[in-house]
């Protein structure tokens, strides 16, 4: 599994954007998917997951309700859907593939590297 993040920018407060993690290799479709975060001087923190089939998603409680995560096994591609942003989504966003979409960092093995979310006021 090799995953590469993309669709990070600059956005206005109350904007939206759309993240897209997807594996080069093909393979990942059978491996939960996570995003997590990381601002400047804060811990990696956990976002959002999905499970191998997306039958089951999670969500911290800081994005419930505006962020959605999803995936196209056929495109073998997850995406996270940000909307009314905030100047505190802030963050270098990575996704990683895992055994289960659960918000513990230690589940998830493949990690990609991360795409810069600034969200401006």
């Known amino acids: 599994v090799q995953l590469q993040a993309s669709g990070g920018g600059l956005v206005q407060a109350g904007g939206s954007l759309r993240l897209s993690c997807a594996d080069s290799?093909?393979?990942?479709?059978?491996?939960?998917v996570g995003w997590f975060r990381q601002a400047p001087g804060k811990e990696r923190e956990f976002v959002a997951a999905i499970s191998w089939n997306g039958g089951i998603t999670n969500y911290a409680d800081s994005v419930k309700g505006r962020f959605t995560i999803s995936r196209d096994n056929a495109k073998n591609t997850v995406y996270l859907l940000m909307n009314n942003l905030k100047l505190e989504d802030t963050a270098l966003y990575y996704c990683?593939?895992?055994?289960?979409?659960?918000?513990?960092?230690?589940?998830?093995?493949?990690w990609g590297q991360g795409t810069q979310v600034t969200v401006s006021s």
């Open positions: 290799t093909r393979t990942f479709s059978n491996n939960a």
């Open positions: 990683a593939a895992g055994r289960s979409s659960v918000p513990q960092r230690y589940e998830y093995i493949y």
